[in-house]
């Protein structure tokens, strides 16, 4: 058997030739397997656990009965919905049956920025100021923000802060985590927690070591945890109880009692719930909600963890509109998956076929959910996940966004390219995205870089959510870009300026015995041809020459790395590496302080400016 996918196409609209991969003849078996064969999304009539319906037009229905509003408000349905009807969450009671039905009323796109910005990409773990303990913090990110907003910049996008296990050895992967719904206590500032101060000279002490980390160019995420743990766990020994921590407990509900209890067991039982005792395996046995109320006061700790990062992040997006970036998927040993294990397929990862820049093909080693029971959910992981990336946020960038119209499925022990696509209900999820975000009142983003079929990038555009432009790939100079995107130079997996235009980072894939394609080994000279830049141009010449160019895009957002500003050679991750490759190790090579009195910062922001 074979699955067909498509080369990114070209902006001429010409469609390249169909490649076909072939792939063994049981996994096509094992894939139905997983999605629970091939009855499993039917439904009967009137038992219809979702829809997903846009306002402003009448919808016709298959039954009368009663909607709830989510304000309690009781309408009566005979044959269609109200073309009037609120966007959000309403719930259908069909006249003769007992189950409910959500209906999901959506605007009809997305919000879209009103007006061309620029603002800077970073790596907030590796901006570092001199007082971070070995690791960019959310303090660090509220001076980056701030700094930022005075060069005129009209937001910053950041890696994703979604938390990791509470253990060592701490997983260094921001696209690989526990949950996707809470973020990382690592990014907390221990000086700015209230009832810090009262530790006296314990917290000089933790401080110091911690200030002492930043001496090495690699963060030790193990090290920065186990101080920061300690400082907290001193912190909360004295601490009192606060109404704005029982507010945010009550808003965020059962989803943080239930990660918080993950959290509990993960330090007992270590992070990885598939190798935990058998009766705690399930969020919903018996073993696991007497937990919950043993340890009601470690459970609450970690919930006190997440209303101080909370905090901290609302502070630090008082400046300017920080966009946060959604991993594609999450750990399967992580929080999200013990959660909802029993809607994902994990004995399935998620990945990409073999491409240009990745001739093995992807495997990403996160599991997949199964379609129909995401929909049996009535969305709600789904809806969960974009609700808590979207707190605090002035945007959302989503890493390929190919995936909420198909996800090539990899049966666990195949190799990547030994997968096919399973598709996914684009206008459902798109939707929940729109209104999300409209309550939000964040744009949205879509990475669309690698294998693209024909007709998304149009779909994703219906729905008000920007393409994702890459300088070095764009066949096209940047005028022809179109205005419904962002622009950058190049992503956290490619080359920075520097690693490119030195040769250093073609030399460092050489060195680590990497597959290179021609296309990598040619990019230099297409870049180069480009910007028409003579051979021997300077890096900082050649960054201010990019980026001069990639101001004349009349896309409506544009992106500069941080790793560009310092001429950094290094790229913060090397795809198809594990330990060969510092990934999401490498903190910039000078503090924060210094990057603000930089000169080509500077030089990078007034060329965007204009």
């Known amino acids: 058997m074979t699955s067909p996918h498509l080369e990114q196409a070209a902006d001429s609209g010409e469609l390249p030739p169909y490649r076909w991969e072939h792939i063994p003849p049981d996994t096509p078996q094992a894939i139905l397997d997983a999605l629970g064969?091939?009855?499993?999304?039917?439904?009967?009539?009137?038992?219809?656990?979702v829809r997903v319906v846009r306002a402003g037009k009448p919808v016709p229905w298959p039954h009368a009965g009663e909607l709830v509003l989510e304000d309690g408000t009781a309408i009566r349905i005979a044959d269609s919905l109200p073309a009037d009807l609120p966007w959000g969450y309403h719930d259908f009671h069909a006249d003769g049956h007992r189950r409910t039905t959500r209906v999901i009323v959506t605007p009809r796109q997305c919000p879209v920025p009103t007006k061309r910005q620029w603002g800077w990409t970073a790596q907030i773990y590796g901006v570092r100021s001199r007082r971070s303990w070995g690791i960019g913090d959310m303090a660090d990110l509220d001076r980056l923000a701030a700094w930022s907003a005075g060069l005129g910049a009209g937001f910053v996008l950041v890696n994703p802060l979604a938390a990791a296990a509470p253990v060592v050895p701490q997983v260094p992967s921001p696209y690989h985590p526990s949950s996707r719904c809470f973020r990382n206590p690592l990014y907390i500032r221990v000086e700015d927690v209230p009832g810090a101060e009262r530790l006296g000279p314990e917290l000089e002490k933790l401080a110091a070591a911690g200030h002492a980390l930043n001496h090495q160019r690699q963060i030790d995420r193990d090290r920065a945890f186990q101080l920061k743990d300690q400082a907290l766990r001193a912190i909360w020994a004295g601490f009192e109880q606060d109404a704005a921590l029982d507010r945010f407990c009550h808003e965020q509900g059962a989803p943080l009692l239930e990660f918080a209890t993950f959290c509990v067991l993960a330090e007992q039982h270590g992070g990885d719930?598939?190798?935990?005792?058998?009766?705690?395996?399930?969020?919903?046995?018996?073993?696991?909600q007497e937990v919950a109320r043993q340890y009601a006061d470690r459970v609450r700790y970690h919930q006190w963890l997440q209303w101080l990062v909370d905090q901290q992040l609302a502070r630090a997006s008082r400046h300017t509109a920080i966009v946060h970036d959604l991993p594609v998927g999450m750990s399967p040993q992580g929080a999200d998956a013990w959660l909802w294990q029993d809607m994902l397929a994990l004995d399935m990862s998620i990945g990409a076929p073999p491409d240009a820049f990745a001739s093995e093909g992807q495997n990403w080693a996160l599991p997949p959910f199964v379609p129909c029971k995401l929909r049996a959910t009535r969305y709600e992981p789904f809806i969960q996940t974009i609700r808590a990336t979207l707190r605090h946020a002035g945007g959302l960038r989503i890493d390929h966004v190919m995936g909420l119209f198909r996800l090539w499925w990899v049966p666990q022990d195949q190799h990547a390219s030994q997968g096919t696509y399973v598709r996914y209900p684009a206008d459902d999820l798109l939707g929940i995205v729109a209104l999300e975000s409209q309550r939000a009142g964040a744009f949205v983003v879509g990475e669309d870089l690698g294998t693209v079929e024909p007709g998304v990038r149009e779909r994703l555009a219906h729905y008000g959510v920007l393409s994702f432009r890459v300088l070095y790939f764009e066949p096209h100079p940047p005028p022809k870009y179109p205005r419904l995107s962002m622009a950058t130079v190049s992503t956290h997996d490619l080359p920075t300026i520097a690693g490119l235009w030195s040769g250093w980072d073609l030399t460092a894939q050489q060195r680590l015995g990497l597959p290179i394609g021609d296309d990598a080994r040619q990019l230099r000279q297409h870049f180069?041809?480009?910007?028409?830049?003579?051979?021997?141009?300077?890096?900082?010449?050649?960054?201010?020459?990019?980026?001069?160019?990639?101001?004349?895009?009349?896309?409506?957002?544009?992106?500069?790395?941080?790793?560009?500003?310092?001429?950094?050679?290094?790229?913060?991750?090397?795809?198809?590496?594990?330990?060969?490759?510092?990934?999401?190790?490498?903190?910039?090579?000078?503090?924060?302080?210094?990057?603000e009195a930089g000169e080509l910062p500077r030089c990078i922001a007034n060329a965007l400016c204009r």
């Open 37 to 49: 064969g091939p009855v499993a999304n039917r439904t009967l009539p009137g038992e219809e656990p």
């Open 273 to 288: 719930w598939t190798r935990w005792p058998a009766e705690f395996r399930h969020p919903q046995s018996p073993a696991v």
């Open 528 to 595: 180069g041809r480009m910007l028409n830049l003579p051979d021997r141009a300077s890096v900082a010449e050649v960054t201010e020459r990019a980026y001069g160019a990639l101001a004349e895009a009349p896309s409506l957002l544009l992106g500069a790395s941080l790793e560009d500003a310092l001429a950094v050679p290094e790229r913060p991750n090397m795809p198809s590496t594990m330990d060969q490759w510092p990934n999401w190790t490498l903190a910039l090579p000078v503090p924060l302080e210094a990057l």
